[in-house]
């Protein structure tokens, strides 16, 4: 009896493109008698999956694990993120890695062996099979820049010594800010600090920004914790004995350049992957660079004085008619407050009292003291941002019209 067996081309169910399948042809009992049936090839889509965390906060001398299941054998990627999205560490790079659970650790340390400062951490996870499907695991697709519900249950302490108590539901990057009711900021307590679940405690000697004013002693005074929450899988670094502080380092732009690389991520990617997620109430802050996301830090001193001279340094001036202020941006505070727009906010013994849209590094603004009574006022600027960055200065003039 003639056996006859052919192979053709039939398109594979399991992937998203066209690949060689099996179709036999049954048993001929005589020619030109045909029977089919498909047989389609068992291997399935590539994917990562059952992706785990044995520890979310790292000290020095511990390490994470991180476990991950590969549905085929492939070529593996993982890359930790520091908060700009710069790689910092390549804990694989193309390895070949098996069908099943896989595991690698992170001992915090980035690619130069040095421990990274206390701050928050990310990781992708890219994998390309022998066949060249793909399959990354990305979790800002689908986490991260909620706004987080962050609740303040008490304050303690007296003058010079308190202490805020507050708790968060999940991993969370948050701000905490006091200052007085329907009036100015006065005091950055804490500036986007990532933070893990659970009870904190923050200190604080109840004084403002520039340590001259006290804003627990005002009657109004307010204290507000505001944040967003991290992305699944962060990993927060603490007691490295070096505070992150939000600045760009060299390797973030090469993140940002290689935002076309499949599974790298990069501060555009994630912001798209935010704005996917709209509906769930994303937060500024989380759609604006961590290098750019900070308080802006500025003194101020009378126009005509040299710059040493701050007005929250020196004696109260006597000052009268027409008085140019110049607000001054910091050095360490130029790059981020160029990449964004500030405002001034005026406000005079804590209520609001004017305000220019569009704010300098180095701004000369004219207060009109013919609108203020005699004798002596607090006088306070901010500095705000469109996306919720803020600044605050303090300081006092005597008033002799």
Same mark, same amino acid.
């Given at each position: 009896m003639l056996? *006859?067996?052919?192979?053709?081309?039939?398109?594979?169910?399991?992937?998203?493109?066209?690949?060689?399948? /099996?179709?036999?042809?049954?048993?001929?009992?005589?020619? @030109?008698?045909?029977?089919?049936?498909?047989?389609?090839?068992?291997?399935?889509?590539?994917?990562?999956? #059952?992706? &785990?965390?044995?520890?979310?906060?790292?000290?020095?001398?511990?390490a994470v694990t991180l476990s991950f299941y590969l549905s085929r054998e492939a070529k593996?990627?993982?890359?930790?993120?520091?908060?700009?999205?710069? *790689?910092?560490?390549?804990?694989?790079?193309?390895?070949?890695?098996?069908?099943?659970?896989? &595991?690698?650790?992170?001992?915090?340390?980035?690619?130069?062996?040095?421990?990274v400062p206390d701050e928050a951490y990310l990781i992708s996870i890219?994998?390309?099979?022998?066949? =060249?499907?793909?399959? +990354?695991?990305?979790?800002?697709?689908?986490? @991260? =820049?909620?706004?987080?519900?962050?609740?303040?249950?008490? *304050?303690? =302490?007296?003058? @010079?010594?308190?202490?805020?108590?507050?708790?968060?539901?999940?991993?969370?990057?948050?701000?905490?800010?006091?200052?007085?009711?329907?009036?100015?900021?006065?005091k950055t307590v804490l500036d986007q600090v990532p933070k893990a679940a659970g009870d904190h405690v923050e200190s604080w000697d109840g004084m403002d920004d520039t340590g001259r004013i006290s804003v627990m002693d005002h009657p109004k005074r307010m204290i507000q914790v505001s944040g967003y929450l991290l992305p699944k899988g962060s990993i927060l670094v603490e007691g490295s004995g070096t505070k992150g502080d939000g600045t760009f380092s060299p390797g973030a732009k090469t993140a940002l350049a290689g935002v076309q690389k499949p599974g790298v991520l990069s501060f555009q990617r994630v912001r798209q992957n935010a704005m996917k997620r709209a509906d769930r109430g994303v937060a500024q802050q989380f759609l604006v660079r961590q290098a750019l996301n900070v308080a802006p830090k500025f003194q101020v001193r009378l126009r005509e004085e040299a710059p040493q001279q701050q007005l929250a340094q020196i004696p109260v001036p006597t000052v009268s008619g027409e008085v140019g202020l110049t607000v001054e941006v910091a050095?360490?505070? /130029?790059?981020?407050? #160029?990449?964004?727009?500030?405002?001034?906010?005026?406000?005079?013994?804590?209520?609001?009292?004017?305000?220019?849209?569009?704010?300098?590094?180095? +701004?000369?603004?004219?207060?009109?003291?013919?609108?203020?009574?005699?004798?002596? +006022?607090?006088?306070?600027? #901010?500095? *705000?941002?469109?996306?919720? &960055?803020m600044g605050s200065y303090s300081f006092r003039i005597n008033v002799a019209n």
């Amino acid at each position: 009896m003639l056996r *006859v067996w052919r192979f053709g081309e039939t398109q594979r169910t399991t992937a998203s493109r066209w690949g060689i399948g /099996l179709t036999i042809l049954s048993l001929v009992g005589a020619l @030109g008698t045909f029977g089919t049936g498909a047989v389609f090839s068992s291997e399935p889509k590539l994917s990562i999956e #059952n992706v &785990q965390l044995d520890r979310t906060v790292l000290r020095p001398g511990e390490a994470v694990t991180l476990s991950f299941y590969l549905s085929r054998e492939a070529k593996v990627s993982v890359l930790v993120y520091g908060p700009n999205y710069e *790689v910092v560490r390549r804990l694989m790079d193309d390895e070949p890695r098996p069908r099943g659970t896989n &595991q690698t650790i992170w001992d915090g340390r980035d690619d130069s062996g040095r421990m990274v400062p206390d701050e928050a951490y990310l990781i992708s996870i890219s994998a390309e099979s022998p066949d =060249g499907d793909s399959a +990354h695991y990305d979790p800002t697709t689908f986490s @991260g =820049g909620e706004a987080v519900e962050a609740s303040i249950s008490k *304050v303690e =302490g007296s003058r @010079g010594q308190y202490r805020i108590f507050y708790s968060l539901p999940a991993p969370s990057r948050i701000s905490i800010r006091a200052g007085i009711q329907r009036g100015p900021l006065l005091k950055t307590v804490l500036d986007q600090v990532p933070k893990a679940a659970g009870d904190h405690v923050e200190s604080w000697d109840g004084m403002d920004d520039t340590g001259r004013i006290s804003v627990m002693d005002h009657p109004k005074r307010m204290i507000q914790v505001s944040g967003y929450l991290l992305p699944k899988g962060s990993i927060l670094v603490e007691g490295s004995g070096t505070k992150g502080d939000g600045t760009f380092s060299p390797g973030a732009k090469t993140a940002l350049a290689g935002v076309q690389k499949p599974g790298v991520l990069s501060f555009q990617r994630v912001r798209q992957n935010a704005m996917k997620r709209a509906d769930r109430g994303v937060a500024q802050q989380f759609l604006v660079r961590q290098a750019l996301n900070v308080a802006p830090k500025f003194q101020v001193r009378l126009r005509e004085e040299a710059p040493q001279q701050q007005l929250a340094q020196i004696p109260v001036p006597t000052v009268s008619g027409e008085v140019g202020l110049t607000v001054e941006v910091a050095p360490e505070s /130029l790059s981020a407050f #160029n990449e964004l727009r500030y405002e001034i906010v005026v406000f005079v013994d804590n209520e609001r009292f004017d305000e220019e849209e569009q704010a300098y590094p180095s +701004h000369t603004y004219v207060l009109d003291t013919r609108r203020l009574s005699n004798g002596e +006022h607090l006088v306070t600027i #901010n500095l *705000v941002s469109m996306t919720g &960055q803020m600044g605050s200065y303090s300081f006092r003039i005597n008033v002799a019209n």
